[in-house]
T-cell receptor, first 116, second 113 residues
Framework: DGGITQSPKYLFRKEGQNVTLSCEQN?????MYWYRQDPGQGLRLIYY???????QKGDIAEGYSVSREKKESFPLTVTSAQKNPTAFYLC???????????????FGEGSRLTVL | DAKTTQPPSMDCAEGRAANLPCNHS???????VYWYRQIHSQGPQYIIH???NNETNEMASLIITEDRKSSTLILPHATLRDTAVYYC??????????????FGTGTLLAVQP
């Protein structure tokens, strides 16, 4: 079945280590997104990509990096520069806009990162 | 994009209709209202969207007031599995380079047995 797969579901890391979260989709969607969610809060946009080999910073990009070498994949690296990396990370994708109206977002199941 | 305001939490009895309000008093004419929900520790799920007419699908109904300053998401027969955080989002056409949806804190709907 088509969908978005995030891995790992749970991840523990020591301070000062970089970690990469995987996001793969087989929906043939052009646009992909990374959000961060902290307890009791809404989703905040980290990075997004509207097409292969292109990506843009979201609202809280500092301390994160991404790549979009393939349409299906949009990995997120949480670097040691991110001061508060412990959070729930969500990847999403959607089709290109049609007639100006954005299609629905499809989300993965999320990755919970804990820094020890 | 217009800012939306939702109550932080609501309760609903199982089997009854759940009516979730959303205020978007600054919405502009070309902005749609979207609803998503997020079950605990999962990714959000699209429910429905609309512009000015009422909309219904297999999951819910969306009622938008005539002046479009507020809307209500209706789950006609709430079940325990509908317990989730519900997000109301206003999003315009041609969102520009960002092409993104902005998620607030939503409403935590607790369906009681």
């Amino acid at each position: 079945d088509g969908g978005i797969t995030q891995s790992p579901k749970y991840l523990f890391r020591k301070e000062g280590q970089n970690v990469t979260l995987s996001c793969e989709q087989n929906l043939n969607h052009d646009a992909m997104y990374w959000y961060r969610q902290d307890p009791g809060q809404g989703l905040r946009l980290i990075y997004y990509s509207q097409i292969v080999n292109d990506f843009q910073k979201g609202d809280i990009a500092e301390g994160y990096s991404v790549s979009r070498e393939k349409k299906e994949s949009f990995p997120l690296t949480v670097t040691s520069a991110q001061k508060n990396p412990t959070a729930f990370y969500l990847c999403a994708s959607r089709e290109r806009e049609r007639g100006g109206l954005p299609g629905e977002l499809f989300f993965g199941e999320g990755s919970r990162l804990t820094v020890l | 994009d217009a800012k939306t305001t939702q109550p932080p939490s609501m309760d609903c009895a199982e089997g009854r209709a759940a009516n979730l309000p959303c205020n978007h008093s600054t919405i502009s004419g070309n902005e749609y209202v979207y609803w998503y929900r997020q079950i605990h520790s999962q990714g959000p799920q699209y429910i429905i969207h609309g512009l000015k007419n009422n909309e219904t699908n297999e999951m819910a109904s969306l009622i938008i007031t005539e002046d479009r300053k507020s809307s209500t998401l209706i789950l006609p027969h709430a079940t325990l599995r509908d317990t989730a955080v519900y997000y109301c989002i206003a999003r315009g056409l041609y969102g520009g380079a960002t092409n993104k949806l902005i998620f607030g804190t939503g409403t935590l709907l607790a369906v009681q047995p």
